[in-house]
């Protein structure tokens, strides 16, 4: 006589043990998703100034950003140099000049101004 084969185990206890390490995972994603949600949250209010900084270290400097804006700023000016606009300095000594031309062309209109009226005066007596 031959043995019968042990009985499988019931499959219902193989679908629970499933079903518990699928939860435990979701829930394991499910805390990371909102931790990073978090710290996205502090880090973005952080950078806005609106938050109160919960992320310690970390701002402008923590990141780098103010020397990042030092850079392309360098690397803005220096293109817009090559283009041949003129830089603060020059636009400042242009600014100088024109208001200095200015005061000279009101001068020489209150001269001629003077000038003219005096004949046209003569003219009617």
Request: proline share 5%; no cysteine; hydrophobic share 40%.
């Amino acid at each position: 006589m031959k043995k019968k084969a042990p009985a499988a185990r019931k499959p219902a206890a193989q679908p629970g043990k499933a079903e518990g390490l699928l939860r435990a995972g979701l829930k394991a994603l499910d805390n990371v998703r909102n931790d990073v949600a978090k710290r996205q949250a502090n880090v973005i209010e952080g950078l806005l100034g609106i938050g109160q900084g919960k992320v310690p270290g970390l701002g402008l400097d923590g990141f780098g950003i103010r020397k990042f804006e030092d850079v392309f700023d360098q690397r803005v000016a220096t293109a817009l140099q090559r283009l041949g606009m003129p830089g603060a300095d020059e636009v400042q000594a242009l600014r100088d000049e024109v208001a200095q031309l200015r005061e000279r062309v009101a001068q020489l209109e209150g001269t001629a101004t003077v000038a003219t009226a005096a004949p046209r005066a003569r003219g009617k007596r």
